[in-house]
């Protein structure tokens, strides 16, 4: 099997960014549409508006697999902005923004 194999559109999120992720599902009461449960494992982040033009530019779809072991439908996600989910100066490892190159508080 080929798993894990490296997606560019993929970012890995630090601890850090998870527990934000972690925050906001408990701020929304998220719930796993297959069994109900609020305990989820946080993966990685999808920039939605580099695939789909519908998007607002700043979204991101992060993975979530449902921590419950007999959960029937254990894969789902969960939208968040970038704002959401990246402090200024986090989210350009591996890519610029044009729309805050150049700008300096
Ligand atoms: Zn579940």
Do not use: N, W
């Amino acid at each position: 099997m080929a798993g894990g194999q490296a997606r560019p559109e993929l970012t890995a999120l630090t601890g850090e960014q998870r527990d934000r992720v972690a925050k906001h599902l408990r701020r929304h009461r998220t719930r796993c549409a297959g069994c109900g449960s609020t305990d989820f494992d946080i993966g990685d982040a999808l920039y939605l508006g580099f695939l789909f033009r519908s998007e607002r530019q700043d979204a991101y779809l992060v993975g979530l697999t449902c921590a419950a072991p007999a959960c029937p439908a254990p894969r789902t996600g969960v939208r968040l902005r970038k704002t959401d989910l990246f402090r200024p100066g986090e989210e350009t490892a591996d890519g610029e923004d044009p729309r805050e190159a150049g700008t300096t508080p």
